[in-house]
């Protein structure tokens, strides 16, 4: 498994990305946010966010005032592996 997905938050960002096609980065936030019931402070989210993208997990796209956020081809493969992971533990 990669390191930049031993974060909790950046494996939920890498899961959201994946499953909205490309979401608004705010969006993103959001998503997780619900799912935790608790907020995400802005700095520590877009910290997560650049880590993933200096990675080559992730790519940020200007999109008017947001940016959206989409899965490389290494990310997809990243979090493929991690759920087949995933599956050998939980069935």
């Known amino acids: 498994m ?13 899961v959201v990305v994946c499953g909205e096609g490309d979401p608004t980065q705010q969006a993103v936030k959001r998503a997780i946010e619900r799912k935790n019931d ?3 402070r802005p700095k520590r989210f877009n910290g997560a ?4 993208e200096s990675a080559g997990i992730l ?3 200007p999109d008017g005032l947001h940016d959206r956020l989409s899965l490389t081809e290494a990310g997809e493969t990243r979090l493929r592996e991690h759920r087949e992971w995933e599956a050998e533990y939980l069935g």
């Open 2 to 14: 990669s390191k930049w997905l031993e974060s909790g938050l950046r494996r939920d960002v890498c």
């Open 59 to 61: 790519e940020r796209t």
């Open 49 to 52: 966010v650049k880590k993933l």
């Open 38 to 40: 608790d907020r995400i």
